[in-house]
Every structure is written in structure tokens, then in C-alpha cells.
């Protein structure tokens, strides 16, 4: 008897020191999954690409709503994927007389859904993994998509980490109010000088900082995005959706041209 508990004893020991070993190789290796969540920006090699003039032949999108027209450039070397995505549903008409769901406060509104309490349509796909980018922020004009999904491992539970999801909503960017103090904490903890002066100048919401995908930055109609990002409604459900109906009349993929007019550079 007394030989079967030592015996007990000594599998417990073993079990409880594997135990530690194996969440020590864990730890080790969820240092390398992180990256699913986060991504290392240089300040040295990052370009404020959304702060420089659209150039010929780039592609755009034009936003027609019932408030007035958005035009957008698109960013699809940075973030391929979604911009591939929102490109396929725009032109297949999927846009068309949608909805803005939410409008909240002055600070954006999200646009793109069938329905007017914000749920996804038919036939598309809300499965498009997040792309992060250093060149790209949530300065006022940015178009960011919505989402839709979080999924993590047992081992990204317990180290941190996971795969964030987009699809076909998105949100176009108002701005914050830049209290002194906000300017102060911004310039005190930015990645890099030039960054926190931008989103002072520009405007934008730093909290959504490498957060979403950024697909485009607008450079005609900001104050389209303030009327829609300011309109009148109430909390249902996860969205402040908007009392009266307003909504996108079509998305139109094209090019910029120099006759395309608007400026990247307007300030808030």
C-alpha cells in the first residue's frame, strides 16, 4: 500500500513538472504568435502614404450617398485582401442602395449594409483575415472595414494573441475632439514625432490605431463624412443607427485623373 502511494506521488511530480515545462515552452513559443495580433512598426521605414496627393491612374472609389459624394483612394498593396474584397462587391452592385447604420457622435458613421440595423447581406465574405500596415492610420478620411470576427487557439487564450476578421462593412472616419491633454499624451507616446503631428493636424482617432484594416483615405467630401457622421439617431443593438434613413446609392470603382479635384491634405 504504502509502496502504490509513493509510487502516486512520484507520477504526480512528474505530471506537475512536465506541466511547467510544457507551459514554459509555450510561453516561448507565444512569443512568436503575438504577431497575429500586433505588428512592429519602424519609425525609420514608415511613410504617412495617406498624407501625400493621389497620383494618377490610382485607384479610387466614389462613394454616392443621399448626403452628398465621398471619393476615396484605394490601398491595395497595403492591404490586398480587403481592398480585393471591397473592389469585387462595389463592382458587383452589392453597395447599391445600402444603408449607413451608424453614425456615432461626430466621430464616423458605418456604411455598406442591406439592412438598416447593420447586418451583412447575402453571398459575401466576412472572412477576410485584418491587415495591419505601418504607412497606414485612422486619420479623419480613413475608411476602415468593420470585424467581424476574433478566433484563438487554446495556447493564443493563455499567451495572447489570434486572428482578427473583416468583411463588407465599413467605417469612414470623422474625427475626436484634440483636447490639449489629448495632444499632450499623443506627442508623448507616439511611435514617432511625425505621426503625432499628423493626427493633430489631420484629425482622426488614435485609439483605432493599428486596430483595423485601412483600405482608403479620402481626399474629396469631408464634410459628407461630418453630416454622416453626425446625424441624429439612437443605440440598437451594437450600433447607434441613424433616426432617418440615409443611404449609399452606389460605389464606383475607378481611377484618379487629375480632373478628379480634392485634396488629401484638408485639414479638421
Known sequence: MNEGKRLLKVILILTLVM??????????????VRNDTYITVDPGTMKLIQLEEPKNGDPI???????????????????????????????DGY?????????????????GTPAKNG??????????KRELHQDLWPFRGAVCMVQTDYVRTFKQKVLGGGTY????????????????????DLRENSVSQELADAFVEKGGIPNFSQQMTIIGQTYEGFDVIERLSSL???????????????????????????????SLTEKK
Do not use: W
Open 19 to 32: 506541466g511547467g515545462l510544457t507551459i514554459g515552452l509555450l510561453y516561448a513559443e507565444g512569443q512568436r
Open 119 to 128: 447586418s451583412v447581406g447575402k453571398g459575401t465574405n466576412e472572412r477576410i
Open 232 to 262: 441624429e439617431g439612437k443605440k440598437t443593438g451594437k450600433f447607434f443607427t441613424p433616426t432617418e434613413d440615409v443611404m449609399i446609392k452606389s460605389v464606383t470603382i475607378s481611377a484618379y485623373t487629375d480632373e478628379s479635384g480634392g
Open 61 to 91: 472609389a466614389i462613394i454616392d450617398t443621399t448626403e452628398g459624394e465621398i471619393r476615396i483612394v484605394l490601398y491595395p498593396e497595403q492591404s490586398p485582401e480587403a481592398v480585393k474584397n471591397f473592389t469585387k462587391l462595389a463592382n
Open 95 to 111: 453597395y447599391d442602395n445600402t444603408y449607413i447604420f451608424e453614425s456615432r457622435e461626430g466621430t464616423y458613421c458605418g456604411g
Open 165 to 184: 476578421y473583416n468583411g463588407s462593412r465599413f467605417y469612414i472616419l470623422n474625427s475626436i475632439d484634440f483636447t490639449d491633454d489629448i495632444i499632450s
